[in-house]
């Protein structure tokens, strides 16, 4: 048996072989750098209005999904369904951000150092459930909804279990984990799936589980570039530009909700708050059950 398997329990869904998985080519894998008129094509496209995605037959686990997953999230042709494309998105993501997002893992994986069992909700690349892992915790799993990026994943960290899924509705059975990661996954949801989400988690969280969310922080969009500049130097005006050049359809409106509010909603005790430019972090807690009773 892998290994990636030995920490699983008969309620856990089961693990597919995403290596060994052949999945099938979208219209985005045509793109071919190295062709001039192919990579003419392809800029056209990402400058261009954003499209609906497109999905192949035989994909596998994705038709009941939400509408808003379908999205070409940051520009890229046919957002997160592909194979080229997904593989350049989550190496070129992190040089964009600079080391600000592996910072931000570091952030979660060390609020994570006392857990024994973690979810890394929307996953991607599995790059945060790695920094996770490298904490010391065995019993790490990741949830996406794209085969493409948990395949990219798998290969990556064969000793992660990766599952095909999302936030508002887990696989998992309740009080499963100590610990719940979400970077860079709510401002790409809308609202009302966001409250959804925070349920789901609230489900699946043992008592006095941990809830670490990193998110974009609002001063990209709600300040000008000379105040950023004068705060945060170059940094500031980067990052300005960069907020106004990704497509990112639900941001203004995760920004604008009570978050504070629906984490109490969801049963959560907020822990922290606090901007980190150009992050924002959040800590939580499900209340044990001597707090609750």
């Known amino acids: ?138 019993d790490v799993w990741g949830i996406d909804p794209s085969p493409y990026l948990l395949q990219h994943a798998a290969q990556r960290y064969p000793d992660i279990h990766f599952i095909q899924g999302i936030a508002e509705h887990t696989p998992f059975i309740e009080h499963r984990f100590d610990g719940i990661a979400v970077c860079f996954v709510m401002h790409e949801i809308p609202p009302k799936f966001v409250k959804k989400a925070l349920r789901e988690f609230s489900r699946i969280l043992k008592p006095s589980g941990k809830l670490v969310i990193v998110e974009p922080a609002a001063a990209q969009l709600n300040e000008s570039i000379f105040t950023l500049s004068r705060k945060h130097g170059w940094r500031g005006m980067y990052y300005k530009l960069l907020a106004g050049a990704v497509h990112e359809p639900f941001v203004e409106a995760w920004h604008a909700m009570d978050f504070h509010s629906a984490l109490r909603d969801a049963g959560f005790v907020l822990r922290q708050d606090a901007e980190r430019f150009p992050v924002r972090c959040i800590v939580a807690e499900k209340p044990s059950a001597s707090t609750t009773s």
């Open 1 to 138: 048996m892998n290994s990636v398997m030995n920490n699983t329990s008969v309620n856990d869904p089961a693990v597919p072989d995403w290596s060994g998985m052949q999945l099938p080519d979208t219209h985005a894998d045509q793109f071919r750098l190295w062709n001039p008129i192919s990579l003419v094509r392809l800029l056209a496209h990402i400058l261009g209005k954003r499209r609906r995605i497109e999905l192949p037959d035989g994909l596998p686990g994705v038709r009941d999904y939400p509408k808003y997953i379908f999205q070409e999230f940051h520009n890229v042709p046919n957002g997160n369904y592909s194979k080229r494309l997904t593989h350049g998105y989550i190496t070129g993501f992190d040089r964009l951000m600079l080391r600000d997002l592996s910072n931000a893992r570091h952030f979660i994986a060390q609020i994570m150092n006392s857990c024994r069992s973690v979810l890394d909700v929307g996953t991607a690349g599995g790059r945060t459930a790695a920094a996770i892992k490298a904490q010391g915790i065995q």
